[in-house]
């Protein structure tokens, strides 16, 4: 089955630490993205790319970091220069870009110890 | 970044009641999307909107493109259960550098 697979599904980070979280897909897109999301709010862009070995930052990128070497793999790095790092995590794709339709992955939630 | 104004911020209602909720931007959008998103699970893509006027219907789910572009709004027939969650507007603009922009949310309960 095409989708996207996001993990883990629960992390926990220590201070001071760097974590990674996963996003894998097979649907061939060629966008991806991650979104933050905190209880009771709406999604927050971090990071998106549109093809391989290129990246854009979104709103809210401090404290984060991504790589695009595989069309397929979009993997999000939590600095400890995050410092306030809880929350759910959500990887998307879509087929293009702007105004495309966003499919998204079961999501990450990342806690701090 | 900008993030829509979507109301009610939560709703509770009996299983077979109709449902409805609206979405509002200062800006104009050229597409709007409908999401479903429950407990620990990512948001599913409901219905998606491309025109002006546009009225696109899912199963009980019918969905609204605002006349002025600036608005989008969702109506569920007949609840049941099942449709517990959050339902999140989204909205893209021409020029927008790759991106959409989300609401907040409303949070949909169904009592029996």
């Known amino acids: 089955d095409g989708g996207i697979t996001q993990s883990p599904k629960y992390l926990f980070r220590k201070e001071g630490q760097n974590v990674t979280l996963s996003c894998e897909q097979n649907?061939?897109?060629?966008?991806m993205y991650w979104y933050r999301q905190d209880p009771g709010q709406g999604l927050r862009l971090i990071y998106y790319?549109?093809?391989?070995?290129?990246?854009q930052k979104g709103d809210i990128a401090e404290g984060y970091s991504v790589s695009r070497e595989k069309k397929e793999s979009f993997p999000l790095t939590v600095t400890s220069a995050q410092k306030n790092p809880t929350a759910f995590y959500l990887c998307?794709?879509?087929?293009?870009?702007?105004?495309?339709?966003?499919?998204f992955g079961s999501g990450t939630q990342l806690s701090v110890l | 970044g900008q993030q829509l104004n979507q109301s009610p911020q939560s709703m509770f209602i009996q299983e077979g009641e109709d449902v409805s909720m609206n979405c509002t931007s200062s800006?104009?959008?050229?597409?709007w999307l409908w999401y479903k998103q429950e407990p620990g699970e990512g948001p599913v893509l409901l219905i998606a909107?491309?025109?002006?006027?546009e009225l696109t219907s899912n199963g009980r789910l019918t969905a609204q493109f605002g006349i002025t572009r600036k608005d989008s709004f969702l109506n569920i027939s007949a609840s049941i259960p099942s449709d517990v969650g959050i339902y999140f507007c989204?909205?893209?603009?021409?020029?927008?550098?790759?991106?959409?922009?989300f609401g907040t949310g409303t949070r949909l309960q169904v009592t029996l």
């Open positions: 909107l491309y025109k002006a006027g």
């Open positions: 800006s104009i959008f050229n597409t």
């Open positions: 998307a794709s879509s087929m293009a870009g702007p105004g495309e339709k966003l499919f």
């Open positions: 989204a909205g893209h603009s021409t020029g927008t550098a790759s991106k959409l922009t």
């Open positions: 790319s549109q093809i391989v070995n290129d990246f």
């Open positions: 649907l061939n897109h060629d966008a």
